[in-house]
């Protein structure tokens, strides 16, 4: 795990490009939640989510480390756009490698950073073989997807929630591949904290949760509808252990929970989240009981959902 000059050295990188996040108590969520709820607001980066924390430091050491004409990467589209963003700014090519059907409006977004959209392959783990690839082909730099300076990078979100709200007692953070909620274990440990983390897996998607119930890596179909960023196949070894050190424990969500959070964000803070930034506040809701009259956090990872989905979902019982 990385020391806190180092996580403070990765954050005063982040800030060249964007300013810190606010994290939010929300009267109607505390209400819901019987709790003290502080919203970390990482939809409200300047691509709408997290991941572009981890892409300004991987790419800060990489133009360091070496030349670099073009970068590929594999993404449902957070990661993606932080790649896009990153590589615009240091002037680098970037070609980006999704699935086929993934979401048109991340899509559009990654276009619009100035990225190539190459779509190969039925779900993430198809795109990340098509990628290296791809890769291999045109001799570019190939971006993972995990990775100890993504950690670093995004852990600064984590860093300003609690040094802003230091007597939190449980923070509830979404898995898609790992880099949040490694980040989120990096700063609470750094601080010297005892904050517990609860790692929030979708129930459609659980490989995490198969592989950390177990002991061992294990893949797993992700069937989400509503949760492609946590539509992990195959977990990343690193990730795993780092998680299985450092979580309190794991909450499965369904898809219909997930749904139910992303309607109660918006009538209780009128923000909008996608499935995967939603899944925390399902697994705080799911732990109702548990959590009543504390003070607990959730992670608001992303708001990038497609118009059209979110009006589905809103129209939703």
Same mark, same amino acid.
């Given at each position: 795990?990385?020391?806190?000059?180092?996580?403070?050295?990765?954050?005063?990188?982040?800030?060249?490009?964007m300013?810190?996040?606010p994290?939010?108590r929300?009267?109607?969520?505390?209400?819901?939640?019987?709790?003290?709820?502080?919203?970390?607001?990482?939809?409200?980066?300047?691509?709408?989510?997290?991941?572009?924390?981890?892409?300004?430091?991987?790419?800060?050491?990489?133009?360091?480390?070496?030349?670099?004409?073009?970068?590929?990467?594999?993404?449902?589209?957070?990661?993606?756009?932080?790649?896009?963003?990153?590589?615009?700014?240091?002037?680098?090519?970037?070609?980006?490698?999704?699935?086929?059907?993934? @979401? #048109?409006?991340?899509? =559009?977004?990654?276009? +619009? $950073? !100035?990225?190539?959209?190459?779509? %190969?392959?039925?779900?993430?783990? &198809?795109?990340?073989?098509?990628?290296?690839?791809?890769?291999?082909?045109?001799?570019?730099?190939?971006?993972?997807?995990?990775?100890?300076?993504?950690?670093?990078g995004?852990?600064?979100?984590?860093?300003?929630?609690?040094?802003?709200?230091?007597?939190?007692?449980?923070?509830?953070v979404?898995?898609?591949?790992?880099?949040?909620?490694?980040?989120?274990?990096?700063?609470?440990?750094?601080?010297?904290?005892?904050?517990?983390?609860v790692?929030?897996?979708?129930? @459609? #998607?659980?490989?995490? =949760?198969?592989?950390? +119930? $177990? !002991?061992?890596?294990?893949?797993? %179909?992700?069937?989400?509808?509503? &949760?492609?960023?946590?539509?992990?196949?195959?977990?990343?070894?690193?990730?795993?252990?780092?998680?299985?050190?450092?979580?309190?424990?794991?909450?499965?969500?369904?898809?219909?929970?997930?749904?139910?959070?992303?309607?109660?964000i918006?009538?209780?803070?009128?923000?909008?989240?996608?499935?995967?930034?939603?899944?925390?506040?399902?697994?705080?809701?799911?732990e109702?009981?548990?959590?009543?009259?504390?003070?607990?956090?959730?992670?608001?990872?992303?708001?990038?959902?497609?118009?059209?989905?979110?009006?589905?979902?809103?129209? !939703?019982?």
């Open positions: 795990m990385a020391t806190l000059s180092e996580l403070e050295a990765a954050a005063s990188v982040v800030y060249q490009a300013g810190p996040t994290q939010q929300w009267p109607l969520l505390d209400d819901r939640a019987g709790a003290a709820v502080w919203v970390k607001h990482e939809n409200q980066t300047p691509v709408g989510a997290f991941k572009i924390r981890g892409g300004l430091v991987y790419f800060d050491a990489l133009r360091r480390a070496q030349p670099v004409k073009g970068v590929v990467a594999a993404t449902r589209g957070n990661h993606g756009q932080s790649v896009a963003f990153a590589a615009a700014r240091y002037g680098i090519a970037s070609a980006l490698v999704v699935p086929h059907g993934n @979401s #048109a409006g991340k899509n =559009a977004a990654m276009r +619009a $950073l !100035g990225a190539e959209l190459i779509e %190969e392959g039925y779900d993430f783990q &198809a795109s990340l073989d098509a990628a290296a690839r791809i890769a291999a082909e045109r001799a570019w730099h190939l971006v993972p997807s995990f990775d100890s300076l993504l950690v670093q995004v852990a600064s979100y984590a860093l300003e929630l609690f040094r802003a709200a230091p007597d939190l007692e449980t923070l509830y979404p898995i898609g591949l790992g880099s949040g909620i490694c980040g989120s274990i990096a700063a609470r440990d750094a601080l010297g904290l005892t904050t517990r983390i790692a929030v897996v979708a129930a @459609s #998607a659980p490989a995490y =949760a198969r592989s950390l +119930a $177990l !002991g061992r890596l294990v893949s797993h %179909e992700a069937t989400t509808r509503i &949760a492609d960023g946590m539509a992990c196949r195959t977990p990343v070894p690193d990730a795993l252990d780092r998680i299985r050190a450092g979580v309190d424990r794991v909450v499965e969500v369904s898809d219909d929970e997930i749904e139910s959070a992303m309607r109660a918006y009538d209780d803070t009128h923000n909008v989240a996608e499935g995967a930034a939603a899944s925390a506040v399902a697994a705080l809701l799911r109702r009981d548990r959590i009543h009259g504390r003070t607990v956090g959730v992670v608001l990872t992303g708001g990038n959902v497609d118009r059209a989905v979110f009006a589905q979902v809103l129209a !939703g019982a």
